[in-house]
């Protein structure tokens, strides 16, 4: 006899995602806030997004392009690829859970890392598959602890690279081991939304992977580098089978048309994109050096933020100086939730709000 249940049941997996919890985003009355909890860039969006975006709101009542041709063309100039390859979406964490659905189901599985992007969890348990954690090494992805649990079930392995929110990368011949050692029907899913801020020889971020690869993709976002957060923009490069999967039940009008207008136009801003990297190349020696002088540990970055780790001693946790910081105006992220209950992660923000973190932590450590 059907047991008849009194309420709605949710499928497998779904019950066993955390809830997400957004960093800070207020100060104390009276104070002047600076918000460095998001990894959102100091220096804006490229004035030709905004002049896109101004001209784009004058025609409101006309659906968006389902296809976001011109977006699509511009990334294709920009970076050299075949627009058929390309999709785009409501940030890159739409397409990461479209690759999930498109291809987990219930009795497969999906690897994540230690400390990886909290959304990788979260779409394979969504998709009613396995997640299956892989520890990482000194908070860098470990290719052997995610190979030695990759089985016939195995059908997606998700690493951010860099990582978020270590700062960490490894070496793009570490991701072709990584590939090499993956059955044919599991997806290596590259999620590279710091890329751009990457400066390392070793470093790519994956484009030539995915186009010699049918199960490899690579996922971008608007939301870091080129200050678009706002507009929830995201795209990637994929295998043209896994294009067609995935288009099949994409929402023909994920990405609206300020958000398609502004991207297209960031995208050929690439002076605008060098000046952001050269601001953050300026700043992050400064930050760790200046972190590291306080008897803080830093953990070596790539990105436009950095990990920081304080002492377990009573006054001088994370969590003391999470509060200390905040009444000041200092709003950083606290990451208990990624692995990291004794650190903070910094926004490398503007000069003032840089300085002013300093400062703060110079007082905190000094009490």
């Known amino acids: 006899m059907q047991t008849l249940t009194t309420a709605p049941v949710p499928r497998p997996g779904v019950l066993d995602i955390e809830a997400y919890v957004p960093g800070k985003s207020h100060a104390p009355a009276g104070i002047r806030l600076h918000k460095l909890s998001s990894n959102e860039t100091p220096l804006g969006p490229s004035p030709a997004a905004r002049a896109a975006l101004t001209q784009a709101s004058e025609r409101l009542e006309l659906y968006p392009d389902p296809q976001a041709t011109r977006l699509k063309a511009a990334l294709a100039d920009r970076y050299g690829l075949n627009p058929a390859r390309i999709i785009c979406g409501n940030g890159s964490d739409e397409l990461l859970s479209l690759l999930a659905n498109a291809y987990l189901s219930e009795g497969t599985e999906g690897i994540y890392t230690e400390h990886g992007f909290l959304l990788h969890r979260t779409a394979i348990l969504a998709a009613g598959a396995k997640a299956v954690m ?89 939301s870091k580098i080129h200050g678009l957060a706002a507009l929830r923009v995201g795209w990637m490069y994929v295998p043209e089978t896994i294009a067609d999967a995935v288009e099949r039940i994409r ?37 760790t050096e200046g972190l590291t002088a306080l008897g803080l540990g830093v953990t070596p970055s790539v990105t436009n933020f950095v990990l920081i780790h304080f002492p377990q001693d009573a006054g001088k946790s994370a969590a003391e100086a999470d509060r200390f910081l905040v ?10 939730g990624y692995g990291f209950p004794h650190a ?10 840089n300085e002013g973190v300093l400062a703060a932590l110079a007082e905190f450590m000094a009490r």
């Open 134 to 222: 892989a520890p990482e090494r000194d908070a860098h992805v470990d290719v052997d602890a995610i190979l030695e649990r990759v089985n016939a079930r195995t059908r997606m392995v998700y690493i951010a690279n860099p990582g978020n929110p270590t700062g960490t990368y490894i070496p793009f011949d570490e991701v072709r081991r990584l590939h090499a050692g993956l059955p044919p029907a599991c997806i290596l899913v590259l999620d590279a939304a710091y890329a751009e801020y990457v400066r390392r020889n070793d470093y790519e971020a994956g484009i030539e992977l995915v186009s010699g690869s049918n199960n490899v993709v690579m996922t971008r976002t608007f």
């Open 251 to 287: 929402g023909p009008f994920n990405l609206n048309a300020l958000a398609i207008a502004a991207a297209a136009a960031s995208t050929a801003d690439t002076a605008h994109v060098e000046e952001t990297v050269a601001y953050n190349n300026e700043w992050l020696p400064r930050l």
């Open 327 to 336: 009444e000041r105006g200092f709003v950083l992220r606290a990451v208990g």
């Open 344 to 353: 903070l992660r910094m926004t490398i923000g503007s000069p003032e709000a």
